[in-house]
């Protein structure tokens, strides 16, 4: 590690302003920033020193998505040999491996083509590269079905770096979350790579399905009707899915390393998980009016906490509601937004039989209006004190 650390001091000089490489200023100072800790000073005004920087931030972020990167790409290729039903006679490491070899690309992709677009953003304004999408760049992948095509995932990426960030001025100033928009934008560009009745399984030319596979997820099923699936598979995340939104239990893990460093806000997690059983409760109720089809009965009547171990309602509470930048700032508000996004995203799911996967499209409706719910906050919390105060005198 010494040496490395001589080597960008060493190198330093050459990138400054004024000097033959200065164009590389931005690149290298986002290497040697993210390897060692920086030795930038406040200068001017008053500030709160704390020894994680935003680097070390996003660096718990993806500790925390680890979990669940494993076992997704474990879940990739043990999709894959049931499917073709050989997984009997495949080792774990084999099974490892298959998925490891599916998902690398996928995650090479959204880094190569979302820091690329950094990097040239970040030369062009001469500022330094935001680290933003060290986070995005894994999250991304994580929330795409395994078979969908590597030109897919670099077009979504650079859409949701250009049109998500930088256009709004990079991280901090993002309006939504990069990743959802990335989701988002493949969703209503290729909605039939991303609508959940599709197969979601990895398979090589040639492979043959043996009889009785369907391989839609669970989530499309229980849309059609079909509530019928292993309530322990679920959870662990042996279920066809996209990468990392599969394991409920992988996902409590990092919600729990999230929230014991501080990085996550548990108030978001656990509202959102408080507003899905609300509205869950509700439908249930609303199982038997007149009107209904068996389906949308079926899936009324589904008990509300399958819903937390179904798509991406897990993975998008513990990890995409609580983005920092994109979500409601006041503790009140915190509450309401995780709520909001909690009862709507069920709401979605259930009601609108098209779209069985409605945490995307809660969490971007509930970010856009995460500024207005701030507001409200304040504002309530300055008339009360004006209150007091003519109470007063």
Do not use: C
């Amino acid at each position: 590690m010494k040496a490395l650390r001589n080597f960008f001091e060493k190198t330093q000089p050459y990138v400054q302003k004024g000097a033959k490489y200065h164009w590389l200023h931005s690149t290298h100072d986002a290497f040697f920033t993210l390897a060692f800790s920086p030795k930038h000073t406040a200068k001017s005004g008053s500030h709160i020193h704390d020894y994680i920087d935003m680097k070390r931030t996003m660096s718990f972020v993806i500790l925390a998505l680890v979990p669940a990167l494993l076992v997704g790409i474990y879940n990739v290729g043990y999709q894959h040999y049931h499917a073709i039903g050989e997984f009997a006679a495949t080792g774990f490491f084999n099974v490892f491996l298959y998925g490891l070899i599916k998902v690398l690309p996928v995650i090479i992709v959204s880094y190569v083509v979302g820091l690329g677009i950094e990097f040239i953003f970040a030369q062009m304004r001469g500022h330094e590269v935001n680290e933003g999408f060290l986070v995005s760049g894994m999250l991304i992948p994580l929330v795409m079905p395994i078979n969908t095509p590597l030109w897919m995932v670099a077009v979504a990426t650079a859409f949701a770096v250009v049109f998500g960030k930088e256009v709004f001025g990079g991280t901090g100033m993002n309006i939504w979350n990069p990743a959802l928009i990335a989701r988002a934008f493949l969703f209503f560009a290729y909605p039939a790579q991303m609508s959940g009745d599709k197969v979601w399984i990895a398979l090589k030319d040639g492979d043959k399905v043996i009889d009785g596979f369907t391989g839609a997820t669970p989530m499309a099923d229980a849309a059609a009707g079909n509530i019928d699936f292993n309530v322990l598979d679920a959870f662990i995340g042996l279920i066809p899915g996209s990468i990392g939104e599969t394991s409920t239990i992988a996902i409590l893990l990092g919600a729990l390393f999230l929230i014991v460093t501080g990085v996550g806000n548990w108030k978001i997690m656990l509202s959102t998980f408080v507003g899905g059983a609300v509205m869950g409760i509700i439908l249930n109720l609303s199982a038997g009016i007149e009107g209904l089809s068996p389906a949308a009965a079926s899936y009324f009547s589904m008990p509300f906490w399958h819903h937390f171990i179904l798509g991406g309602f897990a993975f998008g509470a513990v990890f995409m509601a609580t983005d920092p930048v994109s979500a409601a700032q006041t503790d009140k508000g915190k509450w309401i937004y995780g709520f909001l996004i909690g009862i709507t995203a069920i709401l979605f799911r259930v009601v609108n039989p098209a779209y069985p996967e409605g945490m995307m499209l809660a969490i971007l409706l509930m970010n856009t209006f995460a500024p207005l719910i701030d507001h409200y906050v304040v504002q309530g919390n300055i008339n009360r004190r004006l209150k007091r105060a003519k109470v007063a005198a």
